[in-house]
């Protein structure tokens, strides 16, 4: 079993700086990657980047690319995301998730609770 907590998500204005943090541990060994998504209000759930576990590589969605950026401290098992000139649009439930791939199918999905960014003009 995995676990993953987020945290971070508060209220900010237009143009402000957040880091997000997502926790993760348990049976870290078998998984391949951990990535954040969001959901907006009355939205689908949307992929936000993601990082590899073992290589440490990263992919950002065209979506918040130059402005998001995803990193990992592995002495604190601890992922962050880190978003910059923030926007109205960005208000949304952040979720931390953790895959195990098996071959190129989903084996697991972890997923946190949710935290809350909330960005006023």
């Known amino acids: 079993q995995v676990q993953v907590v987020e945290s971070g998500g508060k209220l900010v204005q237009t143009g402000d700086s957040l880091r997000l943090s997502c926790i993760i541990t348990g049976s870290t060994a078998g998984i391949t990657a951990t990535g954040w998504f969001r959901q907006a209000p009355g939205k689908e759930r949307e992929f936000l980047g993601r990082i590899t576990w073992s290589r440490e590589n990263t992919y950002i969605a065209d979506a918040v690319k130059g402005r998001f950026t995803i990193s990992r401290d592995t002495a604190k098992n601890t992922m962050y995301l880190q978003m910059d000139s923030l926007k109205a649009e960005d208000t949304a439930v952040y979720y931390c998730?953790?895959?195990?791939?098996?071959?190129?199918?989903?084996?697991?999905?972890?997923w946190g609770q949710g935290t809350q960014v909330t960005v006023s003009e």
């Open positions: 998730n953790a895959r195990i791939f098996q071959g190129l199918s989903i084996l697991h999905d972890y």
